[in-house]
């Protein structure tokens, strides 16, 4: 299933893509802010609805992120071999976990904004993990059991605030708008494989990287293995992992994103996002 939240941003409403791709609304049908709404339990009955039974959505209403209440935004860093050798930083020994603020998130075609003073922000398409269940120390061998989804996730980041202004990563990840995710949450079982998706992104109109999760150091049931060792995961948290090569700060000379650019990007099987970059506005 694809699962989306649509409309105006603050309020939107929940939905569901049909095989035509036309959104149905489930409008008072489920309930977001519920924890057994992304549970597998949940997710199967909304899986035998009669969607054509729901009504459609006119016209071509704004996607929101598509998961409601997000908890935490967790990301894996440096999580590619060939962006680690392109960034010339040593291959991890173990999941590098930063947070991105809550304040990044938002819809997959909305505008990105330039923070204040920023001279290097640049991209980064990622696969997005969207948990399903609480989650502790759950090992890799039932870790898959407690996702709910897939998201594609642009993990936009401004560099010299990232790595030049103290040694956290946060400061350069945490940015407003700095978290597009979406179009669609995709269900568990529409990706049998997340280590082998295709991933692509473009500045205007130039492809500026592609690569396919099976290159990622550490896989998704390990990924989130790992960092159920050290916080609780609830259903809605969602993990970002990673970015293949071809961001702006790996080109010679570095490229950087300013107002009026425009990236589009893309996962298989999780859709695309397209964002204008705007100038720093209060």
């Not at 960034?87 to 204040?116: H, W, Y």
């Not at 940015?175 to 529409?190: I, K, M, N, Q």
Request: charged fraction near 25%.
């Amino acid at each position: 299933m694809k699962l989306v939240r649509y409309g105006i941003k603050g309020k939107e409403l929940p939905g569901i893509i049909d095989g035509e791709g036309k959104i149905r609304s489930l409008a008072g049908l489920v309930e977001e802010g519920s924890e057994k709404f992304l549970s597998d339990s949940s997710l199967a009955a909304l899986g035998r609805m009669n969607l054509a039974k729901l009504p459609v959505v006119p016209g071509r209403p704004r996607y929101g992120c598509p998961v409601a209440n997000v908890g935490k935004f967790v990301a894996i860093g440096l999580n590619y071999t060939d962006h680690a050798k392109e960034t010339n930083s040593p291959i991890p020994k173990e999941p590098i976990i930063f947070m991105k603020a809550l304040n990044c998130l938002q819809g997959p075609n909305d505008n990105v904004m330039l923070p204040r003073g920023s001279v290097k922000t640049d991209w980064e398409v990622e696969l997005g993990i969207v948990i399903g269940s609480k989650t502790r120390y759950v090992s890799q061998e039932k870790a898959l059991e407690h996702v709910a989804g897939y998201v594609l996730v642009n993990d936009v980041s401004e560099r010299e605030f990232q790595a030049e202004r103290g040694p956290q990563w946060d400061k350069g990840k945490g940015c407003d708008t700095f978290g597009p995710v979406g179009p669609y949450l995709v269900t568990r079982e529409e990706i049998p494989d997340p280590q082998n998706l295709q991933l692509w992104l473009d500045v205007n109109g130039k492809r500026m990287q592609t690569g396919n999760t099976r290159t990622m150091i550490f896989s998704v049931k390990e990924i989130v293995s790992y960092v159920s060792e050290f916080m609780t995961l609830y259903a809605g948290d969602i993990i970002t992992t990673g970015t293949p090569p071809g961001v702006g700060v790996g080109m010679k000379p570095p490229v950087f994103l300013r107002a009026g650019d425009v990236m589009t990007l893309g996962i298989s099987g999780l859709g695309a996002q397209r964002q204008r970059v705007v100038a720093f506005k209060l």
